[in-house]
């Protein structure tokens, strides 16, 4: 799969993601205003796709908040490697920063972001 493709392919996940449910981090609520939601009667344990909307908006959401370093190619990819890990590849100009994500859906069907851990890996050329 090219490159554009996949941009293309994380830039329209993106926007169906848009409509998904509140996170519930280690910030403040009050941190999170503005924050596109889904409707409070989604429950995230709903379903698969359901509950991997809720964590990939919740995601989305602490990356706005806490990722800072602008310049580079974007979200290249968002890849779950175990039922609870989720990482993030962030195209920069000469490395990839990854966020790997460590989630839970409450009891009362919310993500909550348990962990996050930060890293980078060296582009090749």
């Given at each position: 799969?090219?490159?554009?493709?996949?941009?293309?392919?994380?830039?329209?996940?993106?926007?169906?993601?848009?409509?998904?449910?509140?996170?519930?981090?280690n910030q403040?609520?009050?941190?999170?205003?503005?924050?596109?939601?889904?409707?409070?009667?989604?429950?995230?344990?709903?379903?698969?796709?359901?509950?991997?909307?809720?964590?990939?908006?919740?995601?989305?959401?602490?990356?706005?908040?806490?990722?800072?370093?602008?310049?580079?190619?974007?979200?290249?990819s968002i890849?779950?490697?175990?039922?609870?890990t989720y990482?993030?590849?962030?195209?920069?100009?000469?490395?990839?920063?990854?966020?790997?994500?460590?989630?839970?859906?409450?009891?009362?069907?919310?993500?909550?972001?348990?962990?996050?851990?930060?890293?980078?890996?060296?582009?090749?050329?």
């Amino acid at each position: 799969m090219s490159t554009h493709l996949k941009i293309r392919g994380v830039a329209l996940l993106g926007l169906i993601l848009a409509t998904g449910c509140l996170p519930i981090t280690n910030q403040s609520l009050a941190s999170n205003k503005g924050n596109a939601t889904m409707p409070s009667s989604v429950n995230c344990t709903e379903n698969a796709i359901t509950q991997s909307r809720c964590i990939i908006e919740a995601i989305l959401n602490d990356i706005g908040e806490t990722y800072h370093t602008v310049g580079g190619g974007g979200i290249s990819s968002i890849k779950q490697d175990a039922t609870w890990t989720y990482t993030v590849s962030i195209s920069q100009e000469e490395r990839v920063d990854q966020i790997t994500y460590t989630v839970e859906i409450t009891p009362e069907g919310k993500v909550a972001i348990t962990h996050r851990k930060t890293g980078t890996k060296s582009r090749r050329h």
